[in-house]
C-alpha cells in the first residue's frame, strides 16, 4: 500500500477516534461499513456484539438493567469484572448514544451481517 493511502487510513481512523473516544475506531469503522452495505436490504441494521468496559466502583447490576431496558439490548456479565457483553442490531447512533454514559472507559466489539 503506498504511503499516501495509509497516511489517508491513518487521518481516517483518528477522526473517528476523536468523534467517539471511548469507543474503539476499528468498531466504529465495521459498524458504518455494515450499515453502507445493507442499506439496499430488507435488514438494513449490522448485528454487533459489544464489550463494554466501566470504570471501577460501578453498581454493574444498575448498568446491566440500564442497557436492556433502554437500550433493549441483549446483555449479560462477562467474565471479567466491570466488564459487560451486549447484543443487538445497532447503528453507530445507537453506539454513540450508549458510550455517552460516563462510566463507560472503553467499547470494543464486532459487527456483521447477519440477515
Do not use: W
Not at 430488507?42 to 459489544?50: E, F, G, N
Not at 443487538?88 to 453506539?95: A, E, L, V
Not at 458510550?99 to 451481517?113: E, T, Y
Amino acid at each position: 500500500m503506498s504511503q499516501n493511502i495509509e497516511s489517508i487510513y491513518d487521518q481516517y481512523i483518528s477522526d473517528l477516534q476523536k468523534g467517539i473516544p471511548n469507543v474503539d475506531a476499528n468498531l466504529l469503522h465495521r459498524v458504518m461499513y455494515m450499515e453502507r452495505k445493507l442499506s439496499n436490504e430488507y435488514v438494513k441494521t449490522p448485528q454487533c456484539i459489544l464489550t463494554i468496559e466501566y470504570k471501577q466502583g460501578v453498581d454493574m447490576d444498575k448498568k446491566l438493567e440500564n442497557l436492556r431496558m433502554k437500550y433493549s439490548l441483549e446483555a449479560e456479565f462477562a467474565d471479567t469484572h466491570n466488564i459487560l457483553l451486549a447484543r443487538s442490531r445497532m447503528n453507530t447512533d445507537r453506539i454513540r448514544e450508549i458510550a455517552s454514559d460516563s462510566d463507560i472507559v472503553k467499547i470494543s466489539g464486532k459487527s456483521n451481517p447477519v440477515i
